[in-house]
C-alpha cells in the first residue's frame, strides 16, 4: 500500500470518479476504495478493495488522510440492509484518523415537496424506507459532527445525470444513445413536470469544496442545480436537437407498466415507492451552496452537450478520469 494521500474516497461509481476529477483539477490525487479493487482511473491512483462496512479495514486505508469521501451506493435492492454499516465504517475511519468526512446523499428524506421547493432547512417527511433510512443516516452523522467527535459536511444531490451516469440516470443509457441513433428514448414518471436534475461533474465539484472550504462543516449543502428548472421533457428535446435529430415519441414510464414489471424485477420493486418525485414539481433550491461558497451549476445545454459527447466516444475513453 502506498503512503496515504490527502484525500481517500469511497466508492468509485459516478460520483466517487467525479469527485476524483474534481481533486485532480487542483492538482491534487487520492485513494479509491471498493470491493474489487479495480476501477476504471489513471494508472497512478491507487485503488483498494475491501469492505467498508469493517472499521478496521476502513481504519486502515485512511491512516494519514486529512478528508474522507463517502460515495458509495449499494445495490438498491439492498439499501436497507448494507447502507447504515457502509456509512459506520467510513464514519468510523474519519473520527480514528482525525479527517473531515464529506458525504454525498440524496433528498429522499424530504418526502413529497408539497409545491414547495426543497431547501436544506426542509424538515425530514420522508413517507418511504428508502427516505426515512436517508433521514435516520444524515442525523447520525451530525450528531456526530455536534458532539465533536468529527467533521462532517454534507453534499446533497437530486437525480443526476452526465459521464458515467448510466443506467441509474432518468437522463442516461435511456436517452442519450436514443438521441445519438435518432429513435424513442424512455423516462420514468411523468416528462412534463419540472425536476431538478443534478450535473455529475457539478457534484464532484462540489464535493471537492466541501472537502476544502472552512465554513462547509457541520451543515447541509444542496449540490448545485440550473435555477431555471425545466421539464424531463424539455431537457429531452434539448438533447435530440444537439444530437442533430428531430425527436421521436419520447416513451414514458407509466407507474401502472413499472408496477406490472416489478413482479419480476426487485430493482423496479423498489423503484416503486419513489416514483412520486415525478407526480408534481421537484425543485430542489441550490442558492446556499452557490452563495456562500461559491459553487455554481454548469448551464444546462453545456451539460447536455458534454454528457452527449461522451456518449459518442469509447466507453474506456468516456469513464477514465481526466
Do not use: C
Request: aromatic content about 6%; overall charge neutral; charged content about 20%.
Amino acid at each position: 500500500m502506498n503512503p496515504t494521500p490527502r484525500h481517500v474516497i469511497f466508492g468509485t461509481g459516478a460520483i466517487g470518479l467525479a469527485t476524483l476529477d474534481a481533486l485532480r483539477r487542483r492538482g491534487e490525487t487520492a485513494r479509491l476504495i471498493n470491493r474489487s479493487g479495480a476501477a476504471p482511473v489513471p494508472d497512478d491512483v491507487e485503488v483498494i478493495g475491501g469492505d467498508a462496512s469493517d472499521p478496521q479495514f476502513t481504519t486502515a486505508v485512511t491512516r494519514g488522510a486529512n478528508i474522507v469521501y463517502q460515495t458509495l451506493n449499494p445495490p438498491y435492492t439492498r439499501w436497507l440492509e448494507e447502507f447504515p454499516a457502509l456509512q459506520a465504517g467510513v464514519l468510523a475511519a474519519a473520527e480514528a484518523n482525525g479527517a473531515r468526512m464529506v458525504s454525498m446523499e440524496n433528498v429522499y428524506m424530504y418526502g413529497r415537496p408539497a409545491g414547495q421547493p426543497l431547501t436544506e432547512t426542509r424538515a425530514y417527511a420522508a413517507h418511504t424506507r428508502k427516505g426515512q433510512l436517508r433521514a435516520r443516516m444524515a442525523r447520525d452523522l451530525l450528531a456526530a459532527h455536534e458532539s465533536g467527535r468529527v467533521e462532517v459536511a454534507i453534499g446533497r444531490a437530486s437525480d443526476y445525470f452526465g459521464p458515467r451516469g448510466g443506467a441509474q440516470s432518468n437522463l442516461g443509457d435511456r436517452l442519450f444513445p436514443a438521441a445519438v441513433a435518432g429513435s424513442a428514448a424512455t423516462v420514468l414518471g411523468n416528462p412534463d413536470q419540472p425536476h431538478s436534475y443534478t450535473y455529475i461533474p457539478d457534484i464532484g465539484e462540489g464535493l471537492a469544496v466541501l472537502g476544502e472550504h472552512p465554513d462547509a462543516v457541520g451543515q447541509v449543502w444542496h449540490l448545485p442545480n440550473d435555477p431555471d428548472t425545466r421539464t424531463t421533457r424539455q431537457l429531452v428535446d434539448i438533447a435530440y436537437r444537439q444530437a442533430g435529430r428531430p425527436r421521436t415519441r419520447l416513451r414514458q414510464m407509466r407507474p401502472a407498466l413499472v408496477r406490472l414489471a416489478a413482479l419480476t424485477n426487485r430493482t423496479l420493486r423498489e423503484l416503486l415507492e419513489m416514483q412520486y418525485q415525478f407526480d408534481e414539481p421537484f425543485i430542489v433550491d441550490s442558492s446556499k451552496i452557490a452563495a456562500k461558497l461559491g459553487v455554481h451549476a454548469t448551464p444546462v445545454e453545456q451539460a447536455l452537450a458534454d454528457t452527449l459527447a461522451t456518449y459518442r466516444t469509447a466507453p474506456d475513453d468516456q469513464r477514465l478520469a481526466a
